[in-house]
């Protein structure tokens, strides 16, 4: 029979995918001999069994009363039974951290009568009637569906009663009669008792937990975070350690570093007389973990001395929840802890540094995305005014937009493409949503811990929380600053997540030191040393190259500031716009074959400052220029514009003018129901007489100019949406004539590679044939997603990808994230049997997917030789390419 329920001698932290996170990493704690309650781990696959079945697997309760038997030996005592009741807590772990997005339940054991018991052993009354409400409420929350904000009421009008500033200045008697109103509250809003039954109370818990998996924001959390919906989540039950037992107890969290700077030192807040839970609500401001040295110097060492036992062990930055009862240390939680993109270029170099990892792997800790936000802007306040706030700085990063007042609101103004910055008292799980929508999120209480600074951590969201000089009205949807400001909902405010301040209106941004590094070289401080030391070895070991999508000298130079090795795809059609559209009108309008030559023979010079300006820019390496590829009609007025245009004129009785007549039927014949399937592409070239020549020509020779200027210009040419070999052979033949042609004229040999594009599946089916004539493949696979998938990439993300994302039909649209599945086997196959008919065929790809970090992973699977991304881009592209190579 299966195996549901094990010790924590057991597990250990490779088991996290059976224990979940917390199990596995409380079990590695025990066995490094860290003070851990003891308590055993139900497993995620008991949860998987219960989600599919809507029923407790076979065997799972006799498991847990055997362990929970265990248990009571050990200690001595008896679940909510004798004079000194055992309690347990029940908490939630997946494989992967989802903090705050599954359920807790505490104190499980009391009831109506160990609650007198545990007054008396504990000799603290206030002690026992806190940990009983606490378990009615979030029992009733948790396991019987009582909407959590009723609880909150309650208290608060105790609190209002009793003229009490918080929960602590509630007495034993106040909390009793709390207890009796919550329970009275769950009778009224489920019909049924809060049960006394102790078992009774950890079934239902341990199964309230396993449903926690599918709450809507775990759903929601996990969508965002590409975790899989069919892990399920293990459920640890512990030992009970109160840090609500008096001055002497208290609870905290802690990092073995700062999370936000990723500076050495053990970070984190505490708060006194409370459990766990106070400290990551934020109902109570906690205090700084110096202030714990203070009030107990025997905890603190202890606790720093832990922490630096898990630092080493598990080489990386830790976070730790734990508990002092009466001046014992308890460890109740570690992990791998969330940091910032800064912390995490910062920890894996000093890491490194220190010789307790490898460069790969400070490496593998890094990722192209953190990198991207330490690319953005940093507000520039030189001109700014004073502050209107200031908080702890919990995520960095410059967001402005308009403070809205909760989730809901959120959701509905970014739905409308409006900025917005959640402003709350304290964040709950519930806040989500509005979260996600935000572009920061700014909070009055809590610290770099609260849920708020978590969460928005681990989104890369900018967060200031524990602004203790604004008191937020959310009701009244406004907060007022110290100065007496009010901000209503919806004025702009700015918020900057690294230094903790808040600016009421629009603080404009300049770019951000590693944003200066990358485009000068200039390593202004240590976190820029530390991007540095990353992109340098990410450098070191990676197979892929990068080149950078450009089509301009500027875009070209700034790619190779960027570290680009070349340009992989250099789109021609925006050479053709702006004042140019004259001639190219006069190209497509042409009666004769004189009038097309006039035309083409103006753009010529043109398109040759292009490509000799690009080549200059990328001296000595490859500038891959695509020939022409969108429909013509694109570069003629609008049909409708034009139709309405001539009608306005024939109303009031007039001739047309005769240049918008031929255009108009122009544009009519040249009119497509499905243009991106049109004449579009190598078929433009094979219909439209003179059009290629008059490309290769100006190539051609703008590589001889940059030759004879003392250059190594590169061109290689590249012809897209090829469907079938013939097309390419036809093309080739053009391009091979006017290449020789401009050589015999100039007496310079020309030589320019000539390839094509793969975005057509007939293209990635007959690569084979087609590689006869192609010295190059370059993977176009935005148009190969959309042809692959019959999805047309100018509507559908807008139209209903986000109803299949919600769907799970994918997790990240194909226009993304390369579809793997689909058309990466598409490309594979093009791999395979492009190399099997030439060798030397050089692989590369240029559609969007070349700057996405899981994309690039499969590129380098496959074998591809570049990525070829927009020129931002680029260093992530690099440190990705790096990391793919790991
Ligand atoms: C592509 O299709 O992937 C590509 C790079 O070409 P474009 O986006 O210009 O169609
Ligand atoms: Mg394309």
């Keep these: 029979m299966a195996r549901y329920v094990y010790d924590f001698q057991d597990g250990g932290r490779d088991l996290a995918g059976l224990l979940g996170g917390k199990g596995a990493n409380l079990a590695e704690m025990a066995r490094l ?12 696959e008991a949860c998987r069994a219960f989600l599919a079945t809507g029923e407790e697997p076979e065997g799972m309760s006799a498991e847990v009363s055997r362990h929970l038997s265990a248990l009571e030996t050990g200690a001595g005592r008896l ?33 109506d009568d160990s609650v007198l018991r545990l007054a008396k052993v504990s000799g603290n009354e206030r002690f026992a009637w806190d940990s009983y409400r606490r378990l009615v409420q979030m029992y009733g929350s948790t396991v019987m569906g009582v909407d959590p904000a009723l609880f909150d009421e309650a208290m608060t009008l105790l609190k209002d009663a009793c ?25 009224d809003e489920t019909g049924r008792d809060f049960p006394q039954s102790p078992a009774e109370q950890l079934r239902q818990a341990i199964l309230a937990v396993f449903r926690s998996w599918n709450a809507e924001r775990a759903v929601l959390y996990r969508r965002r975070e590409h975790i899989p919906d069919d892990l399920g989540t293990a459920v640890t039950v512990q030992r009970m350690v109160f840090g609500n037992l008096g001055p002497d107890s208290g609870s905290g969290v802690a990092f073995t570093r700062d999370p936000a700077t990723g500076r050495p030192g ?12 106070d400290v990551v609500s934020g109902v109570r401001d906690a205090v700084p973990l110096a202030e714990l040295e203070r009030l107990d110097p025997r905890s603190h060492r202890q606790l720093r001395d832990h922490a630096q036992t898990l630092e080493r062990h598990y080489r990386d930055l830790c976070d730790i929840e734990f508990t002092i009862e009466r001046g014992t240390l308890w460890m109740l939680q570690t992990r791998v802890g969330k940091r910032t993109a800064e912390a995490a270029f910062a920890i894996a170099t000093e890491l490194v540094q220190e010789g307790l990892i490898s460069p790969d792997e400070g490496l ?7 990198l991207v936000r330490l690319m953005f802007p940093r507000f520039d306040t030189t001109a700014t005014g004073d502050t209107l706030a200031r908080g702890v700085p919990a995520s960095p990063g410059a967001a402005v937009g308009a403070a809205v007042f909760d989730s809901a609101e959120a959701v509905r103004r970014a739905a409308a493409d409006e900025r917005v910055v959640l402003v709350r008292e304290e964040t709950t799980p519930g806040d989500l949503p509005g979260m996600v929508a935000a572009q920061a999120v700014l909070t009055g209480r809590g610290g770099k811990t609260s849920h708020a600074a978590v969460v928005a951590r681990g989104m890369g969201k900018v967060c200031v929380c524990g602004a203790q000089d604004i008191t937020v009205d959310a009701q009244a949807r406004r907060f007022t600053a110290r100065d007496g400001t009010v901000v209503e909902e919806g004025t702009v405010i700015s918020v900057d997540g690294s230094t903790g301040d808040v600016y009421l209106g629009a603080v404009p941004s300049a770019p951000s030191a590693t944003m200066r590094y990358l485009e000068s070289g200039e390593q202004a401080d240590s976190l820029v040393c530390a991007v540095a030391r990353a992109l340098d070895h990410a450098d070191s070991v990676r197979r892929l190259e990068v ?14 500031a960027f570290g680009a090795q070349g340009i992989g795809l250099c789109r021609t059609e925006h050479m053709f716009l702006g004042e140019r559209r004259k001639l190219v009108e006069e190209m497509i309008l042409a009666r004769t074959d004189a009038d097309r030559d006039r035309a083409l023979a103006a753009l010529l010079p043109l398109q040759r400052r292009d490509f000799t300006g690009i080549l200059e820019a990328m001296d000595g390496f490859p500038v891959t220029v695509r020939l022409l590829d969108p429909p013509l009609h694109e570069f003629l007025p609008d049909r409708t514009d034009l139709a309405v245009r001539i009608a306005a004129v024939e109303a009031v009785g ?14 009519n014949r040249m009119h497509e129901e499905n243009p991106m399937l049109g004449l579009r592409g190598v078929r433009l070239g094979l219909v439209v007489p003179g059009l290629v020549a008059m490309q290769v020509r100006a190539i051609a020779e703008a590589v001889v100019e940059r030759t004879r200027a003392g250059g190594s210009p590169r061109a290689e040419i590249m012809v897209p949406l090829v469907g079938a070999v013939e097309e390419l052979r036809l093309a080739r033949e053009e391009v091979a004539r006017v290449l020789a042609e401009v050589g015999e004229e100039t007496a310079t040999p020309v030589h320019c590679p000539v390839g094509t594009m793969i975005e057509l599946p007939r293209a990635a089916l007959t690569a084979g044939r087609i590689a006869e004539e192609a010295e190059f493949f370059s993977f176009g696979t935005n148009d190969l997603t959309q042809t692959t998938w019959g999805f047309s990439r100018d509507d559908v993300e807008a139209a209903f990808f986000s109803a299949y994302l919600d769907k799970g039909v994918f997790t990240a649209s194909p226009f993304e994230t390369l579809d793997r599945e689909g058309v990466g086997r598409l490309i594979r196959i093009a791999v395979e049997e492009g190399r099997a008919a030439r060798t030397d065929l050089e692989t590369g790809v240029c559609g969007e997917h070349g700057g996405d970090p899981e994309s690039i992973r499969f590129f380098h699977e496959v074998g591809l030789d570049y990525v070829s991304c927009s020129p931002f881009r680029v260093p992530v592209a690099r440190l990705e390419a790096g990391r793919a190579a790991l």
Aim: glycine fraction near 10%; proline fraction near 8%.
């Design 266 to 277: 053990l970070y984190g807040d505490y708060l006194p007389n409370a459990q766990g839970e």
């Design 654 to 667: 007039r001739q047309p003018d005769v240049r918008d007549a031929e255009l108009l039927a122009a544009v």
């Design 163 to 187: 003229k009490a500033p918080d929960d602590l200045h509630l007495d034993a008697s106040d909390l009793a009669w709390l207890v009796g109103t919550y329970k009275s509250l769950i009778r």
């Design 364 to 370: 593998a800790r890094v990722s192209g995305d953190g």
């Design 547 to 560: 080149r950078a999508n450009a089509d301009t000298p500027e875009d070209a130079a700034r790619a190779r």
């Design 33 to 44: 001999g860290l003070p851990v309650p003891p308590g055993f781990i139900v497993s995620t």
């Design 79 to 111: 679940l909510g039974q004798g004079d000194d009741p055992l309690l347990v807590s029940v908490r939630s772990g997946a494989r992967f951290s989802m903090p705050g997005m599954m359920e807790t339940v505490l104190d499980i054991g009391l009831n």
